[in-house]
């Protein structure tokens, strides 16, 4: 898949939340990089198995009420998605809104490089 395909595939996963089966448009070594650390360790989550550590997080920790995805913007190896979530924090039972861009860097036709920047309000 080119960068492009790559894209379009992961919006389409990610708007039915199918955070598992996006996966598999992962290279085995990514790196996926947060704006802040969970929990005092670092904001960067190396490997296929880290990323799917912090889906297993998600998913145990917030109740998604909406969760919506931009169409992608993409130029060569790179493409951007903007993310809008409505969620419930399981634990403290917070509702907030989420306002976040994922970029992504694609290399044969696997993701190799993520990293989240939220919004600034």
């Not at 650390?37 to 960067?44: A, C, H, I, L």
């Not at 912090?54 to 992608?72: G, T, Y």
């Amino acid at each position: 898949m080119n960068t492009e395909q790559v894209a379009k595939k992961v919006v389409e996963l990610v708007r039915k939340q199918a955070w598992y089966e996006a996966l598999m448009l992962y290279d085995d070594n990514v790196v996926s990089v947060e704006a802040f650390s969970m929990g005092g360790g670092s904001p960067e989550t190396r490997g296929k198995e880290g990323v799917r550590g912090k889906i297993d997080w998600w998913v145990n920790a917030m109740e998604v009420h909406s969760f919506k995805a931009s169409e992608p913007f993409v130029a060569h190896d790179r493409f951007v998605v903007q993310y809008d979530a409505d969620v419930t924090d399981k634990s403290s039972k917070q509702r907030r809104q989420m306002s976040e861009v994922g970029v992504y860097t694609v290399t044969d036709g696997k993701i190799v490089r993520e990293e989240f920047l939220p919004r600034a309000d």
